[in-house]
């Protein structure tokens, strides 16, 4: 087995003449938590299915745990968890009888002691006899994982395991996939949150089919070499909309009181602003965050 559990190489596929995934490529270690990031529709879903073997690339190569993500797709999926995007369960049993029903279906063996095992691993045992229908969707989506553990994968698929979840459940769901993490699980998930994506070791950024952007998060606000200055004083928007007729300013964002201005030539910037604005602003040079380095990777991208 090579040192990655995923391992593919310019992958591409079409949908009819739409042409969703061009040339991905990504490699994951063992035990680490890949998060994948981009827009409605840029193709995280589609790429997901192709890594993990269950729908075939038009064209490239790859291996997902060693193996070959064309021929020995029966193989992967038994090695693998894959949360979908809209996962269901049966409403009408329980939290047990959802478990003891997957179990059956991937013919596991010793059903209830997996089951028992998996319950308490992810704190759902004081749960297990509530309906599934009856539950919050924080425990939809604990459930959810649970069923993905349950056959003891090496690699887990989550696409957008926490979408309309609240910021507590989601906490604690993700402490959990660093535990699980921990244990050598490697893990790729998708998401919209830069919360959550700031909690991944590496991340993934596809527009429009095409991965602009791939590494440790430090790494890809680095590469972006761009100065953010935070302002604070009266009137933001009405600055706002001034300064947005610089060309040296590349995004402006506002988060409660204060306005965030992005560019790439630190030192033009800083004098626009001085020339701009008076001294009763309040300017501060700021740390240029992940979600500053993915609107400027779609800006310049749609270039
Ligand atoms: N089975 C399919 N048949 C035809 N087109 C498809 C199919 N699945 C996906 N697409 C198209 O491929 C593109 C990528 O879709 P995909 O679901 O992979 O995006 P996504 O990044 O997961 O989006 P989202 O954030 O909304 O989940 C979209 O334009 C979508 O409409
Ligand atoms: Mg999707």
């Known amino acids: 087995?090579?040192?990655?559990?995923?391992?593919?190489?310019?992958?591409?596929?079409?949908?009819?003449?739409?042409?969703?995934?061009?040339?991905?490529?990504?490699?994951?270690?063992?035990?680490?938590?890949?998060?994948?990031?981009?827009?409605?529709?840029?193709?995280?879903?589609?790429?997901?299915?192709?890594?993990?073997?269950?729908?075939?690339?038009?064209?490239?190569?790859?291996?997902?745990?060693?193996?070959?993500?064309?021929?020995?797709?029966?193989?992967?999926?038994?090695?693998?968890?894959?949360?979908?995007?809209?996962?269901?369960?049966?409403?009408?049993?329980?939290?047990?009888?959802n478990l003891l029903f997957i179990a059956r279906l991937h013919n596991l063996a010793q059903r209830q002691h997996r089951v028992e095992q998996t319950l308490a691993g992810l704190g759902l045992s004081s749960r297990q006899h509530q309906l599934a229908r009856e539950l919050s969707g924080g425990w939809k989506q604990r459930m959810a994982l649970a069923a993905c553990l349950l056959h003891q994968p090496d690699l887990l698929f989550l696409d957008e395991p926490t979408a309309g979840v609240d910021p507590k459940a989601r906490r604690e769901f993700w402490q959990t996939l660093h535990r699980l993490s921990d244990e050598g699980i490697s893990i790729m998930v998708?998401?919209?949150?830069?919360?959550?994506?700031?909690?991944?070791?590496?991340?993934?950024?596809?527009?429009?089919?095409?991965?602009?952007?791939?590494?440790?998060i430090e790494s890809i606000i680095q590469a972006q070499h761009l100065t953010t200055v935070r302002i604070r004083g009266r009137e933001l928007s009405v600055l706002e909309s001034r300064l947005q007729h610089f060309p040296v300013v590349e995004q402006t964002v506002i988060f409660g009181n204060a306005l965030y201005v992005t560019a790439q030539d630190e030192k033009q910037l800083l004098t626009t602003l001085s020339q701009v604005i008076s001294d009763e602003y309040e300017r501060v040079k700021v740390a240029t965050n992940l979600e500053d380095a993915f609107t400027w990777l779609m800006k310049k991208h749609d270039d």
């Open 1 to 97: 087995m090579t040192q990655f559990c995923i391992d593919v190489k310019n992958l591409n596929k079409y949908f009819a003449n739409n042409h969703v995934v061009k040339d991905f490529s990504i490699q994951v270690a063992k035990g680490e938590i890949y998060g994948f990031l981009g827009p409605n529709g840029s193709g995280k879903t589609t790429s997901i299915r192709m890594m993990c073997g269950l729908i075939t690339p038009d064209s490239g190569h790859g291996e997902c745990l060693g193996m070959d993500i064309f021929t020995q797709r029966e193989n992967i999926k038994k090695r693998i968890g894959y949360m979908t995007q809209h996962f269901s369960m049966w409403g009408n049993l329980s939290i047990r009888e």
């Open 190 to 216: 998708s998401t919209h949150y830069m919360d959550e994506a700031e909690r991944c070791h590496k991340v993934a950024y596809l527009s429009n089919g095409q991965l602009l952007a791939n590494g440790t």
